[in-house]
């Protein structure tokens, strides 16, 4: 294990640069800082929803684990060169989705994010997601990124977006329905 913060604040950082995992300094704006701070976010949004109360244990313990997950993305992010997301990790996330899928009614419209605050949570936190998997995109185009990591952030996104679905029907029976003409 590395070292551990005793002091928060460092000062290397106040002239707008910050250190990577190897120990070299890039801008805060560089592709990698973006990619790596953007599923940080992610993984904010996605502790959002589980500290909503009455979560179903199920969907309390994948999610739980995808935050590990993105913490190990992260970190695979700020080392160059370094690999920690595999295709076991986007394989178990490709089971999760196809189970809570399973019981959902085939969608025929299109869902508005919303349908209580666990749903509206995890549709924000699915929004997020989507987000770093552009970032990270934009870093995999001028940088080496591990292949199933960009696939990782794909099917999380999708899997946020099932249990969205599973979460509106939890929490009041409904997904809130796009309707295409307004009065």
Known sequence: MGNRLSKIYTRTGDEGSTGLGDGSRVPKESLRVE??????????????????????????????????????????????????????????????????????????????PGGGPAAAACHVARTVCRRAERRCWSLARAENVGPDSLKYLNRLSDLLFVVARVLARHENGAEVIWRRTRP
């Open 35 to 112: 990619a790596y701070g953007t599923v940080d976010e992610a993984n904010s949004a996605i502790g959002l929803v589980l500290a909503i109360p009455a979560l179903p244990q199920q969907i309390g313990r994948c999610l739980m684990e995808v935050q590990h997950d993105l913490f190990d993305l992260g970190g695979e992010l700020c080392i160059p060169g370094h690999r920690m997301i595999t295709a076991t990790h986007v394989e178990r996330l490709e089971t999760e989705l196809d189970g809570f899928n399973e019981a959902l009614p085939p969608l025929k419209e299109f869902i508005l």
